[in-house]
């Protein structure tokens, strides 16, 4: 079974640094194949994808966060980290890890499979 | 890129609800959809327009054709209530739909 654990601060100051970190375990979690993924959602409202690593190691980011966001994978140590600069209220949400699989057509097919419980950060002086 | 789905949908215990999702040429792209029940993280139902993960219901069916992705879930139960996404990447980004809250009166 796969499990993903996220973990960091549950308060951040606006204008700091967010940092969060997922530790994933299970079967072949390690495996090259697949992606994995930060999304978030304030309460109340949809889930937003944060940014996807894919299984060539190359990551693309959602071009509303893209100045501000740093996804990092670590799979030796079998990590996945997120980092959000200078914070507002608006990035006050439930932050998801989130793994994905492929799919039988490469990228376009791929599928989030398996999700943390999800960590509440709230941003507030 | 733009998902758009109907904010809420109400079903009679046993009857059939159907959700959907729209985007320009969705049928283009694979469309995965995803439950949420309050206070859990969301769970994977339908991938690649209409294939289940182990342990989801046959009830629970998808489809994807022009500009519409549609979630069918038969004989509706009580255990159905909950939020449902749709999801599908455009070649660069992932995209959510703004979600539907299925509700079993």
């Known amino acids: 079974q796969v499990q993903l654990q996220e973990s960091g601060p549950g308060l951040v100051r606006p204008s700091q640094t967010l940092s969060l970190n997922c530790s994933f375990s299970?079967?072949?979690?390690?495996?090259?194949?697949?992606?994995w993924s930060w999304i978030r959602q304030p309460a109340g409202k949809g889930l937003e994808s944060i940014g996807l690593?894919?299984?060539?190691?190359?990551?693309t980011y959602n071009p509303s966060l893209r100045s501000r966001v740093t996804i990092s994978l670590d799979t030796s140590n079998n990590q996945l980290s997120l980092r959000l600069n200078s914070v507002t209220a608006a990035d006050t949400a439930v932050y998801y890890c989130?793994?994905?699989?492929?799919?039988?057509?490469?990228?376009?097919?791929?599928?989030?499979?398996?999700w943390g419980q999800g960590t509440p950060v709230t941003v507030s002086s | 890129y733009e998902l758009t789905q109907t904010p809420s949908v109400s079903v009679s215990p046993g009857q059939t609800a159907t959700i959907t999702c729209s985007g320009d040429?969705?049928?283009?792209?694979?469309v995965c959809w995803y439950q949420q029940r309050p206070g859990q993280s969301p769970v994977l139902v339908i991938f690649?327009?209409?294939k289940r993960p182990s342990g989801i219901p046959e009830r629970l069916s998808g489809s994807n054709s022009g500009n519409t992705a549609t979630l069918t879930i038969t004989a509706t139960q009580a255990m159905d209530e909950a939020t449902y996404y749709c999801q599908a990447w455009d070649g660069s980004s992932v995209f959510f739909g703004g979600g539907t809250k299925l509700t079993v009166l």
């Open positions: 299970g079967d072949s979690v390690s495996d090259s194949k697949y992606y």
């Open positions: 989130v793994r994905g699989s492929p799919g039988d057509y490469g990228d376009y097919s791929f599928y989030f499979d398996y």
């Open positions: 690649q327009d209409r």
């Open positions: 690593v894919y299984p060539t190691g190359s990551i």
């Open positions: 040429k969705l049928t283009d792209k694979y």
